[in-house]
């Protein structure tokens, strides 16, 4: 068994097999974080074949289909990806992107090289843990899992399935100093070890997606690293000194709008947090991004890392599973299908305006999330159907979509998890409510419900009553 590489710290790494490394290359398979900038994986992985004098090559599995992932989402990562290709490129790392499923096409291709060390980086989620065993089944060499997503690595911030964000928030401001320390840079390979991938033709490929794309859901934001960091910096510089006060305000526009980044791994979380720490001078403002870039967001993976049944309501706490069950009759007094709600077809004009905003901009407000999906609860026929479907439409539009923020925030709005009992009321039972009076307490719901009206290219026909 190896021990880590210096400067990264060593509780980062798992060691997935028993297996030695041998003598071939190494291979990092990129999966979530798609970056070459602050990454722990790509740096282990570079740290590896340095201390072997062996080459490094860089490996990317495209699958034809993913959790209900549309084109726009995959145009949206391809752009990502081709300047990562270019970026290693230059340090001498061939980028390889494979299509098929990891298990069929990642074996053959460590055959191929001859490859003595798989490198990967880390999700908590279902459908990457079954791809890592799986290839780790067929591959028989050494296998080391990275965690380059996250300032702490969920195994090491806590043993187990934290109650709510003050259970965890004490953890991780305890272990903050230590985890908050910059990725070196990749340090260029040697002439005599750089590798080459095979070609791709990115804009063969991206015009064929382009192609293929609908005009909705827009992507909300330039994608690419280097646009990542610009705004990144724009935030920090212009956004963070109003994100208290203007954050939960959906005409505000007072979120970072950092989501679909940190989602595809274009942007490092331990970057976000560090450059944050920097400005000292905004108090208020960085308490509350700290608190849900870096507490919140970790609480989410915690939750996935340690809850194998994140996206059903048997991963509700026992509580909200006792509440929900004893109000599982009570009378809804409105009842819609997914396709009703998909087109944005209910009795009421905030909740459609939430979905046209998801639909057409690809991210919902933050705040409006909340709202959405526990209405979807009151108005399904039991909390099951509400989480299958609120999942379902957060993953086909969102471009943060298909994230263990976005299994455990609907978790949160359905089944109370991270959350307190409430006065008990119906369908809810002692689950926070939410309703359209609370919005109008804190924001101008006619000014929001007319700016997504305005929102051109929804793809439904229009026949609400809004
Ligand atoms: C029903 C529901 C569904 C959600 N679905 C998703 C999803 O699919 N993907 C997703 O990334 N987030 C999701 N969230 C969490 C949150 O709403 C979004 O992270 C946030 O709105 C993203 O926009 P932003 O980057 O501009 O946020 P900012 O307010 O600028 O926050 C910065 C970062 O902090 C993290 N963050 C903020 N709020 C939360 C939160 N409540 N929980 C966990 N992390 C948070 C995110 O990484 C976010 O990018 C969901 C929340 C709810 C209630």
Redesign the pocket.
Known sequence: MERSTAHIPGERIRFLNEASRGPGPVVYWMQRDQRVGDNWALYHARERARAAGSALHVVFVRMPSYLGARAPHYLFMMRGLREVAGDLGELGIGFHLLEGTPEAVLPGFCRELEAGLLVSDYSPLREPRLWREAVAERVPIAHHEVDAHNVIPPWVVSAKREFAARTLRPKIHRMLAHYRRTVPAIDPMPASRASSGARVDWDALVDALSVAVPAVPRAPVEPGARAAQRAMGA?LDH?LPH?DRR?NDPNAG???????Y??FGQLG?GRLIEELLRREEAGADIEA?LE???V??E??ENFCHYEPRYDRVEAFPQWAKKTLQEHAEDTRDYLYAREEFEAARTHDPLWNAAQRELVVTG????YM??Y??KKILEWTTSPSEAMEI?IAL??AY?F????P??????A??IGGVHDRAFAERRVFGKVRFMNERGSRRKFDVDAYVAAMHALEGFPFEDREGS
């Open positions: 935030f956004g994100y954050r007072g979120q970072s709008g950092l989501s679909p940190l989602h979380a991004f849900e870039a870096l919140r967001r609480l989410s991210k919902m407000h933050g999330r909340m959405w999906a609120a957060n993953d969102s943060d979509g298909r994230d923020n976005g299994y455990a925030g609907i949160w709005s």
